[in-house]
C-alpha cells in the first residue's frame, strides 16, 4: 500500500459541522450518521450489484436524516430508469422522494434552495447527456454559493449521474462529462466502480457539505461484489484506492475502466508483467500523494477513461506526474480513452471504448522507449 | 404613442397617482398608514441618495461598477415593506433598496461592487440571499427554498430558523401591519386625515384594471402537498427578477416547479422597459404578468412608481402564499431611470423624451405630493438632511475599506480546504512574498 506523508482530509471521519444557519435549541444538531459507510448494510447479502448497493446508501442516508431529499425525473413511483431508487418513495413517501417535473435546471436549482433552507438535496440527473441544461446551475450557483456567501452558507447537494457508454443507447446517452466538472472550482467529483464504493462513497456524498456530483458506471450497474469496504476503517471520500498492487507499470482509471483495466493486468500478468492498477474513486480533488507514490515505483504508467483524451482528465494527471515524478520515470506517461468525436452510435461504440488491447498497446509503447 | 399617452390602465393596479392623489381600487387598499408612507419616503430618498453616492464613487474609481436603481425606488421599498422578517427574499442585482430594507448595512453592496468580494454577506443574518448576476437563476433557488418551507410542516419540526420570525426584525423600519387576512388597517380618509380620494364610492369589480386577474391555483394541483400552516403563519419567499429575465429558461422553468408544487413563492417581476438595449417588446408579446396564468396561477400589474399599490399588491400575494395559496407573480412597471449600469449609455438606444415622461412618473415626487399636503418644508428638509449624512457616512466608510488580503480567493472554495488547495495556497504566497524580499 502507499504510503502519505499527509494524514488525509476526510470531512467524514468527524460529523460536519451543522449548516451555518441552523440556530441552537431543539431539532437536529448534525447529521445523524456520523460515519457512513460503518453502519452495516443491513437487509442486504454479502455481495450486491453495484445498483442495489447505492439503493441501499440512498435509503440508509434518507433513514438517517430526515433532511435528506431525493428529486429527479422518474425517481419516485417508477423507481428510476435504472430502479436505483426502486421502493424508496413507498419507504419515505413522496415529499422526500420527489418526481420533478422534467428539467435538469430546475432539478439542481431546486436543489440548491432546498440546501439553503437547511435540507440535504440528492438530485438524480437521468443521463449523463441530459446534464448540460443544469450545467449553469451547477458551475455558476452551486459551485459558488459557499465561497459567494463568504462561508456563511453551505451546499450539501449530491448529483447523481449515470455515465459512460457500452449500453447500446441512443444519443446522449453514453457520456462522460466528467472533465468539465472537474474544471470547476468549488466541486466535488467522485466516481465509485464496486458495489461496495457504491454504498460507501454515496453515503460520503451525501453527508458531505461541499457540492458533489457523483458518477454513477451505468454499464457495472449489475455487477455484483461485496458491500463491505476493504478497508477498516473505510476510505475517506478523497483517497484513491490501490485495486490490485503491482512493480511494473501502473494504470490509472475510475468508473467504468476499472474493471477493464483490472481485467488488462489480469492478461498482463499471464505474460509475465506485474500491472498496478489504481482506482481513482475521487476525480476532485484527486489524490495526489497515492499517484505520486506508485509511479514512483514502477516508472511508468498509463491513464485510462471513456471521455475523449483530448483535453480530459487525463491530460491533467499526466502534466501533473510528469512533473512530479520527472526524474522516476522510464517512459512517457501513456493515454487511453475516447476519440475527439462525439460518441458513436451503438453499433460503433465497441471500436470506440477503451478495451483491454487498448489498454496493453499503450502499457507495450511504455516498455518500448 | 408617447409614453405620456399611455393609457391608466398600463400602469397597472394604482393607488396612488403621479399628481399625489390617492385612488380607490376595487380589490386592492393602501396598507401603509400614515406614519409608515412618511418612512417610506426618507427611505426612498435615501435610496435616491445613496445611489447618487455610489455612481459618484465609480465615476472617481473607488467602485469597479456601479448599478442604478434610480427610479424603482418605490418598487424596491414599497415590496421589500410587504414581506416579514421571516420571509425570506431573493434579490437580483439592483435591489440595493431591498437589502438596505432588509438591514443589510449600505456598505456591504458596495463592498461586492467596489470588488472586494462576490456577495459576502450572510444570507441568513437578514433572510436576504446573496445578488444573482446571472439572470434568473435565484427564481429556481427560490422556488427550492419555497419548497423546504413545504417540508418544514411535514416534518412538524423546523429545519432551520423559526427565530427568524423576530431575528431581522429590530433592523426593519414600517414593517407590514397585516399578518392574517390581506384587509387594509385603514381606509384613506382614515390614514391621512382629510379628503384625498378622488371617487368616494368603492369600485364595483373592475378587474380589467388588473393585468392577468387573479384567480385560485387549482386544488387538484397541489392536492396532498404539504402546506404553510393554515393561519397564514407561515413563511413566503419573495424573489425579484428583471423583464430580461422571464426571457430566460429558469424562470419559465421556476414557473412551472412553483405552480406543480404550490409553493409558497411570489415573483416580484420588475419590468423597468430595458434590459440593458433590449426593450421588454422585445421580451414578450404580452404584458409579462399575463405569462402566469399560462403556468396556472395569478399574475398581477402594479404601478410600479406607486409605493402603496406596490405595497398592497405585494402584501397581499406574500399572504397567498403563507396561506398555502401557492405562486404569484407580480409584474411592477417602471423604468430604469439611469444606464444599465455604469459603464452603459443609455443614450445610443433609447430616446431622451422618454425618459422625460417617466420623470414625470417619479415615485418620490409622487409621495412627497401626497406628503406636502399636511407635512411642511422643515419634515421635509430633515428626511433631506437624513439622506445627505447617509450618503456622508458610505462615503466615508466606502474609502475606509480595507483590500481583502491577497489571498482570499482561495477561502471558502470547499467547506474543507483540500491539501491540493492548501499547497496552491502556500505557492502563491510563496511567490507573493518573494517581491517583498
Known amino acids: 500500500m502507499s504510503t502519505r506523508t499527509l494524514p488525509p482530509v476526510n470531512p467524514t471521519t468527524t460529523a460536519p459541522p451543522a449548516p451555518s444557519h441552523r440556530p441552537a435549541g431543539p431539532g437536529p444538531s448534525g447529521p445523524a450518521d456520523p460515519e457512513p459507510g460503518r453502519a452495516p448494510v443491513e437487509g442486504l447479502p454479502a455481495t450486491a450489484p453495484l445498483a442495489r448497493a447505492l439503493g441501499a446508501a440512498l435509503r440508509d442516508a434518507l433513514a438517517a436524516d430526515d433532511r435528506v431529499v431525493l428529486l429527479g425525473e422518474d425517481v419516485g413511483r417508477l423507481g428510476g430508469v435504472f430502479r436505483i431508487t426502486d421502493g424508496l418513495q413507498e419507504a419515505f413517501g413522496e415529499h422526500r422522494v420527489v418526481d420533478s417535473p422534467l428539467g435538469e435546471s430546475g432539478i439542481v436549482g431546486a436543489a440548491i434552495g432546498l440546501a439553503m433552507r437547511g435540507y440535504r438535496p440528492v438530485c438524480e440527473i437521468q443521463f449523463d447527456g441530459f446534464v448540460y441544461p443544469a450545467f449553469d446551475q451547477i458551475v455558476t450557483q452551486l459551485a459558488r454559493l459557499h465561497q459567494r456567501s463568504g462561508g456563511h452558507l453551505r451546499m450539501p447537494v449530491t448529483i447523481r449521474v449515470p455515465y459512460g457508454g457500452g449500453i447500446g443507447a441512443v444519443e446522449h446517452h453514453s457520456e462522460s462529462p466528467e472533465a468539465y466538472f472537474a474544471h470547476t472550482p468549488g466541486l466535488r467529483i467522485l466516481t465509485p466502480s464496486t458495489a461496495a464504493d457504491g454504498y460507501l462513497l454515496l453515503r460520503q456524498a451525501v453527508a458531505c457539505d461541499d457540492p458533489v456530483i457523483f458518477f454513477e458506471p451505468k454499464r457495472r450497474y449489475w455487477e455484483r461484489g461485496p458491500l463491505a469496504a476493504p478497508e477498516n476503517p473505510p476510505l475517506p471520500l478523497e483517497r484513491a484506492r ?36 489504481i482506482d481513482l474513486r475521487s476525480l476532485a480533488p484527486l489524490d495526489w500523494p497515492t499517484l505520486t507514490d506508485s509511479v514512483r515505483r514502477t516508472g511508468r504508467a498509463v ?46 461504440e465497441k471500436a470506440y471504448l477503451p478495451d483491454l488491447d487498448r489498454v496493453l498497446d499503450a502499457v507495450d509503447r511504455t516498455f518500448s522507449c | 404613442m408617447g409614453v405620456g399617452d399611455r393609457p391608466e390602465e398600463q400602469y397597472g393596479v394604482r393607488l396612488l397617482r403621479p399628481d399625489g392623489v390617492l385612488v380607490e381600487h376595487p380589490r386592492f387598499a393602501p396598507l401603509l398608514g400614515a406614519e409608515d408612507l412618511g418612512s417610506c419616503y426618507g427611505a426612498m430618498l435615501r435610496a435616491r441618495r445613496l445611489d447618487e453616492e455610489a455612481t459618484a464613487l465609480q465615476r472617481q ?47 456591504e453592496v458596495l463592498r461586492l461592487l467596489r470588488g472586494g468580494t462576490h456577495g459576502g454577506w450572510d444570507p441568513m443574518a437578514h433572510n436576504l440571499a446573496n445578488y444573482a448576476l446571472v439572470l434568473a437563476t435565484q427564481a429556481l433557488h427560490a422556488v427550492g427554498y419555497a419548497l423546504g418551507v413545504q417540508l418544514d410542516a411535514l416534518r412538524s419540526r423546523p429545519a432551520t430558523l423559526d427565530v427568524a420570525r423576530t431575528a431581522a426584525g429590530n433592523a426593519i423600519v414600517g414593517r407590514p401591519r397585516i399578518e392574517e387576512e390581506a384587509v387594509a388597517n385603514f381606509t384613506a380618509k382614515q390614514l391621512l386625515g382629510h379628503p384625498t380620494i378622488e371617487r368616494e364610492t368603492k369600485g364595483v369589480g373592475r378587474p380589467d384594471e388588473l393585468v392577468g386577474r387573479p384567480m385560485k391555483t387549482p386544488e387538484g394541483a397541489i392536492v396532498g402537498r404539504p402546506r404553510n400552516t393554515g393561519d397564514g403563519s407561515g413563511t413566503a419567499v419573495l424573489v ?30 420588475t419590468n423597468n422597459q430595458w434590459a440593458i438595449s433590449t426593450p421588454a417588446a422585445r421580451q414578450s408579446r404580452v404584458p409579462l404578468a399575463e405569462r402566469a396564468s399560462g403556468f396556472g396561477f395569478p399574475g398581477v400589474r402594479v404601478d410600479g412608481n406607486d409605493v402603496v399599490a406596490v405595497h398592497s399588491v405585494t402584501s397581499w400575494a406574500l399572504d397567498r402564499a403563507r396561506r398555502g395559496e401557492g405562486p404569484t407573480l407580480v409584474e411592477a412597471y417602471t423604468y430604469r431611470m439611469g444606464p444599465h449600469t455604469t459603464s452603459d449609455d443609455p443614450t445610443r438606444y433609447r430616446p431622451a423624451d422618454e425618459e422625460a415622461c417617466w420623470r414625470a412618473l417619479d415615485p418620490i415626487d409622487r409621495l412627497g405630493r401626497l406628503l406636502a399636503a399636511d407635512r411642511g418644508e422643515a419634515w421635509f428638509a430633515a428626511r433631506r438632511a437624513e439622506a445627505e449624512d447617509a450618503a456622508a457616512r458610505l462615503r466615508e466608510d466606502t474609502l475606509a475599506l480595507p483590500d481583502p488580503p491577497p489571498d482570499a480567493f482561495f477561502d471558502d472554495v470547499l467547506v474543507t480546504e483540500t491539501d491540493e488547495a492548501r499547497a496552491e495556497r502556500a505557492r502563491f504566497r510563496a511567490y507573493q512574498e518573494s517581491f517583498q524580499a
Not at chain 1, 498492487?245 to 488488462?264: E, F, N, Q, S
Not at chain 1, 491513464?303 to 475523449?308: D, I, N, T
Not at chain 2, 423583464?243 to 411570489?266: I, K, L
Open chain 1, 242 to 277: 490501490v485495486a490490485l498492487p503491482g512493480t511494473d507499470a501502473t494504470l490509472i482509471a475510475y468508473g467504468p475502466m476499472v474493471r477493464t483495466c483490472l481485467d488488462a493486468a489480469s492478461a498482463a500478468s499471464a505474460e509475465g508483467r506485474s500491472l498496478e492498477v
Open chain 1, 303 to 348: 491513464v485510462v477513461h471513456e471521455a475523449p483524451v483530448t483535453a480530459g482528465l487525463g491530460a491533467e494527471i499526466v502534466a501533473r506526474l510528469t512533473d512530479a515524478c520527472f526524474f522516476h520515470l522510464e517512459a512517457p506517461i501513456g493515454r487511453v480513452g475516447g476519440y475527439h468525436t462525439p460518441y458513436p452510435p451503438a453499433r460503433l
Open chain 2, 61 to 107: 474609481g473607488e467602485l469597479a461598477l456601479w448599478i442604478p436603481l434610480r427610479g424603482q425606488e418605490a418598487a424596491q421599498v414599497g415590496s421589500a415593506r410587504a414581506a416579514l422578517t421571516s420571509d425570506f427574499m431573493f434579490p437580483s442585482y439592483r435591489e440595493h433598496a431591498v437589502a438596505w430594507e432588509r438591514g443589510l448595512p449600505p456598505l
Open chain 2, 240 to 269: 425579484y427578477l428583471g423583464d430580461g429575465a422571464m426571457s430566460q429558461g429558469d424562470a419559465n422553468e421556476a414557473f412551472v416547479w412553483a405552480a406543480s408544487f404550490g409553493a409558497p413563492v411570489v415573483f416580484f417581476c
